[in-house]
């Protein structure tokens, strides 16, 4: 199983940016198709944004042009760049590695836009 550190998350004003980091474990890290996906108390886990193993990208409609999601193959790390941040933007947000199938996830984040 890999294992998965996110760092990055914190309060930020509306309007504002923050970096999410995620960095994983494991040798075939190239291999691995990443993910960020964020759950709300009470909601389900949703995906955020994705990045596959050749660096095709796909965004939920509700960031679509506000964060991009980005993967750094030498340092095993993905990133979460978040700009434009809205209050309903506030949750955790989780690193998510998919290995032919075999799934794991970070402990999470929180992200928190407030004035």
């Known amino acids: 199983q890999v294992q998965l550190v996110e760092s990055g998350g914190g309060l930020v004003q509306p309007g504002g940016s923050l970096r999410l980091s995620c960095a994983a474990s494991?040798?075939?890290?190239?291999?691995?198709?990443m993910a960020w996906y964020r759950q709300a108390p009470g909601k389900q886990r949703e995906l955020v944004a994705s990045i596959t193993i050749g660096s095709n990208t796909n965004y939920a409609d509700s960031v679509k042009g506000r964060f991009t999601i980005s993967r750094d193959n030498g340092k095993k790390m993905i990133y979460l760049q978040m700009n434009s941040l809205k209050p309903e933007d506030t949750t955790v947000y989780y690193c998510n590695a998919d290995v032919g199938g075999l799934r794991s996830w970070g402990q999470g984040t929180q992200v928190t836009v407030s004035s």
């Open positions: 494991g040798s075939g890290f190239r291999l691995y198709n």
